[in-house]
């Protein structure tokens, strides 16, 4: 598998190239045999969001990794919201959890 697809468009038909070392990274953590939980934050507007997009591009045929990215400025759909390389409904599975908890009033994640 080759780390990064040039092919690869973003949304905003821009070819995605400029995140190698990030993508390299991740890449290599995803290789080690012992489950590893990778954040990826920053500051708005340095490309989270487009590097998740790619990883879920990149895995969605891989069953051993689980991408999940939730993009904090999709505020108009939810369900937009939550991103992943395998096709759950996530959205549901989090209101099944909030909704079976009487005692949660609120939940965060």
Do not use: Q, R
């Not at 990826?40 to 790619?54: M, N, W």
């Not at 689980?66 to 599975?93: G, H, P, T, Y």
């Amino acid at each position: 598998m080759t780390i990064i697809d040039y092919n690869y468009k973003t949304i905003h038909g821009i070819y995605f190239i400029d995140k190698v070392s990030e993508v390299e990274t991740i890449h290599n953590f995803c290789k080690i045999d012992i489950p590893i939980p990778i954040a990826i934050y920053g500051p708005e507007g340095c490309g989270e969001t487009e590097l998740f997009k790619y990883l879920i591009h990149k895995f969605k045929d891989d069953k051993n990794i689980l991408v999940i990215c939730i993009d904090a400025l999709e505020e108009s759909n939810l369900e937009k919201a939550i991103m992943s390389n395998i096709d759950i409904k996530w959205f549901e599975i989090i209101k099944e959890i909030s909704s079976s908890i009487e005692s949660i009033d609120k939940l965060i994640i």
